[in-house]
């Protein structure tokens, strides 16, 4: 099937969904991460045949516009503590999106810093992380993502690049980053510390998870380089990721299958669903394609039928492994006149999963 064939089969898979009409038991769950709770949020990706969520963990029904290129990762702003959740307000939102139709199946965790630069006082967030962890089971939320980098090399993007019709790419190139000295509030941690700091983690949450009844996704690093201002990034290649897993072996300790992220690494992102998957170790999927030139270091993210990844091919893999959560798209190009909400960028996204789903299926 052609790339072109494709989106025209997306297409017409959007335009014939019917809002409210829920679909079969057993299906890949095409979902979508929501950043606020607005009405007209919710509409649209109902509209969209959307119907599982990476639900936010605050009441908020402000829309601000996601940029194409992320800010730079500066490390912690505050020396406040996080805050553990509560059961009551996250059953609050879960049951709101579900008197609309959706059901809330993952929230992400944020920044711990205190564990991830090892700190002396790490004890007493890795406490308000397991009650967090105790509040999500008990509101009935499967699953739990967090990010293991004592700080993201996201000052290596640019909007460097423009698609078909002058669509907005954003591109990676670690050259940008080469030589910055670390951050006064990061300092520089070895690929050793955080190991070690990683292994504390999993053996001190992850029993925690298993009796709450939740899974733990841990997103590989991205972008996957080795250092970035003297921070060492622990979990960038299929071989840390099957050391990270190893460490605590049990399905909540699980992985967020980043199909770009695999693809970026130069590794086949099919190939590793069914390594990972055919341990039941994925609890989450971020589905997004790029165009590689140097795996880990330069990459352009493009829409899904334009990169290295074989997106009808992990799709069908993720079938074969009979995988059970969230399938979400994570990233859009930047669309000509898009809304506040990226809408343009989502329904040409959602509508080609949807699209690869139904080639999967059949």
Same mark, same amino acid.
């Given at each position: 099937?052609?790339?072109? *064939?494709?989106?025209?089969?997306?297409?017409?898979?959007?335009?014939?969904?019917?809002?409210?009409?829920?679909? #079969?038991?057993?299906?890949?769950?095409?979902?979508?991460?929501?950043?606020? $709770?607005?009405? &007209?949020?919710?509409?649209?990706?109902?509209?969209?045949?959307?119907?599982?969520?990476?639900?936010?963990?605050?009441?908020?029904?402000?829309?601000?516009?996601?940029?194409?290129?992320?800010?730079?990762?500066?490390?912690?702003?505050?020396?406040?503590?996080?805050?553990?959740?509560?059961?009551?307000?996250?059953?609050?939102?879960?049951?709101?999106?579900?008197?609309?139709?959706?059901?809330?199946?993952?929230?992400?965790?944020?920044?711990?810093?205190?564990?991830?630069?090892?700190?002396?006082?790490?004890?007493? /967030?890795?406490?308000?992380?397991?009650?967090?962890?105790?509040?999500?089971?008990?509101?009935?939320?499967?699953?739990?993502?967090?990010?293991?980098?004592?700080?993201?090399?996201?000052?290596?993007?640019?909007?460097?690049?423009?698609?078909?019709?002058?669509?907005?790419?954003?591109?990676?190139?670690?050259?940008? *980053?080469?030589?910055?000295?670390?951050?006064?509030?990061?300092?520089?941690?070895?690929?050793?510390?955080?190991?070690?700091?990683?292994?504390?983690?999993?053996?001190?949450?992850?029993?925690?998870?298993?009796?709450?009844?939740?899974?733990?996704?841990?997103? #590989?690093?991205?972008?996957?380089?080795? $250092?970035?201002?003297?921070?060492?990034?622990?979990?960038?290649?299929?071989? &840390?990721?099957?050391?990270?897993?190893?460490?605590?072996?049990? #399905?909540?300790?699980?992985?967020?299958?980043?199909?770009?992220?695999?693809?970026?690494?130069?590794? &086949?992102?099919?190939?590793?669903?069914?390594?990972?998957?055919?341990?039941?170790?994925?609890?989450?999927?971020?589905?997004?394609?790029?165009?590689?030139?140097?795996?880990?270091?330069?990459?352009? /993210?493009?829409?899904?039928?334009?990169?290295?990844?074989?997106?009808?091919?992990?799709?069908?893999?993720?079938?074969?492994?009979?995988?059970?959560?969230?399938?979400? #798209?994570?990233?859009?190009?930047?669309?000509?006149?898009?809304?506040?909400?990226?809408?343009?960028?989502?329904?040409?996204?959602?509508?080609?999963?949807?699209?690869?789903?139904?080639?999967? /299926? *059949?």
């Amino acid at each position: 099937m052609t790339r072109r *064939t494709l989106f025209q089969t997306a297409a017409l898979a959007a335009a014939a969904t019917t809002p409210g009409k829920a679909q #079969p038991t057993g299906r890949l769950k095409i979902a979508k991460g929501l950043r606020d $709770l607005h009405e &007209d949020t919710i509409t649209f990706f109902r509209q969209m045949g959307v119907e599982h969520v990476v639900m936010p963990t605050r009441f908020t029904t402000e829309r601000t516009k996601r940029g194409l290129v992320p800010s730079a990762d500066r490390g912690p702003q505050s020396d406040a503590p996080i805050t553990p959740w509560k059961t009551a307000e996250l059953k609050r939102i879960k049951d709101y999106l579900a008197e609309r139709e959706l059901s809330a199946e993952m929230v992400h965790l944020g920044k711990f810093w205190r564990v991830l630069h090892g700190r002396p006082d790490a004890d007493r /967030e890795i406490a308000h992380i397991q009650e967090s962890i105790r509040a999500v089971g008990e509101a009935g939320i499967p699953v739990i993502e967090y990010n293991f980098t004592p700080l993201r090399a996201s000052e290596g993007y640019d909007r460097s690049e423009t698609g078909p019709g002058g669509m907005g790419l954003r591109d990676y190139d670690s050259a940008r *980053t080469d030589g910055l000295p670390p951050l006064d509030n990061v300092g520089e941690h070895t690929a050793e510390q955080m190991w070690e700091r990683l292994e504390d983690f999993l053996k001190a949450v992850i029993p925690v998870a298993e009796e709450a009844g939740v899974r733990m996704a841990m997103h #590989p690093n991205d972008p996957p380089i080795p $250092l970035f201002r003297g921070a060492a990034q622990p979990v960038r290649t299929i071989d &840390d990721q099957k050391r990270f897993l190893a460490i605590v072996d049990s #399905p909540a300790n699980g992985l967020t299958l980043d199909t770009g992220v695999t693809t970026e690494m130069g590794e &086949d992102a099919a190939a590793a669903i069914r390594l990972f998957g055919g341990q039941d170790r994925i609890n989450h999927v971020h589905f997004r394609n790029v165009r590689v030139e140097t795996p880990y270091y330069k990459y352009t /993210e493009v829409p899904h039928p334009d990169g290295d990844c074989d997106m009808l091919a992990c799709m069908q893999a993720f079938q074969e492994v009979g995988y059970r959560y969230l399938i979400i #798209p994570d990233h859009t190009p930047e669309f000509t006149d898009d809304t506040l909400g990226s809408q343009i960028g989502w329904a040409h996204a959602i509508g080609y999963m949807r699209a690869l789903r139904h080639g999967a /299926e *059949t």
